[in-house]
């Protein structure tokens, strides 16, 4: 699998029907260990360990309907009090991050109206809080720790 820019983290893996599946702590289940997977994982870590989210606030792959249509967002990070907190969109190492990524997760967070959004490869990481007044995304050079 790739190296990741984040820090090195354990993993749980089975082989299953001889493919490799990687542990999910927040589905509680093995997963076909995919590059986005792999993204998706580590992203969880570096969540739950260097930023201090809990991982009961943290849910991943959940289904949600933007106009009409049926999404799957990647991971969301809640407050304590149920308010969305982050949105991340992972991406495949090989899968360049463009504008078009940030249009897609900006038109969910249209739905889900979060304070913060992450778009990651595994390879660059970008940080963004939402400025509701004018309905823009404004650069962070690192995303703030859970409070």
């Not at 991971?75 to 360049?96: D, H, Q, T, W």
């Not at 007044?133 to 650069?139: A, G, P, R, T």
Request: one cysteine or more.
């Amino acid at each position: 699998m790739y190296q990741l820019n984040f820090p090195n983290y354990e993993f749980r893996f089975k082989n299953r029907e001889n493919k490799t599946a990687i542990f999910s702590v927040l589905r509680k289940k093995f997963l076909i260990l995919t590059p986005e997977e792999w993204v998706r994982q580590h992203c969880v870590h570096f969540l739950s360990k260097e930023k201090a989210y809990p991982l009961s606030l943290l849910s991943e792959e959940r289904k949600i309907v933007i106009n009409g249509i049926t999404k799957r967002y990647d991971i969301v990070a809640f407050e304590a009090s149920g308010e969305m907190n982050l949105i991340v969109e992972c991406k495949s190492p090989s899968v360049k991050i463009t504008q078009t990524t940030f249009d897609q997760i900006a038109r969910y967070n249209m739905q889900l109206d979060a304070k913060y959004l992450m778009i990651t490869n595994g390879l660059n990481h970008y940080f963004c809080s939402m400025n509701q007044v004018e309905k823009k995304y404004d650069f962070l050079s690192e995303l703030p720790n859970f409070k």
